[in-house]
Nanobody, 127 residues
């Protein structure tokens, strides 16, 4: 599967952005999907993940209540709605696909075993 992320940009603190990640191929619904981010000088970290059907979602504590992950399997697309953005949310955001479980994507990041990555989209939050 190939992934193409978009939707990043410059936003003021307190603002919102919606990221999109479109997957190629006909097997999108067979993958769990996740969003990750990497701030300058920091390691890549887990943000959110979603199960194949979209019925289960998981979030990093730092974004709970502010970010929402969703997917549209008919459009081969996963979204990340980001509200109440903070300067510390500034990072390059990546989508990823995996054949395992959505709940395990954070661990899979640490183990470097995720199946596919998108190219990243930059989100900058100004104070």
């Amino acid at each position: 599967v190939q992934l193409q992320a978009s939707g990043g940009g410059l936003v003021q603190a307190g603002g919102s952005l919606r990221l999109s990640c479109v997957a190629s191929g006909r097997t999108f619904s067979s993958y769990v999907m996740g969003w990750f981010r990497q701030a300058p000088g920091k390691e890549r970290e887990f943000v959110a993940s979603i199960s194949r059907s979209g019925s289960s979602t998981y979030y990093a504590d730092s974004v709970k209540g502010r970010f929402t992950i969703s997917r549209d399997n008919a459009k081969n697309t996963v979204y990340l709605q980001m509200n109440s953005l903070k300067p510390e949310d500034t990072a390059v955001y990546y989508c990823a696909a995996d054949g395992g479980s959505a709940q395990a994507m954070e661990r899979s990041l640490r183990d470097n075993t995720l199946d596919a990555w998108g190219q990243g989209t930059l989100v900058t939050v100004s104070s």
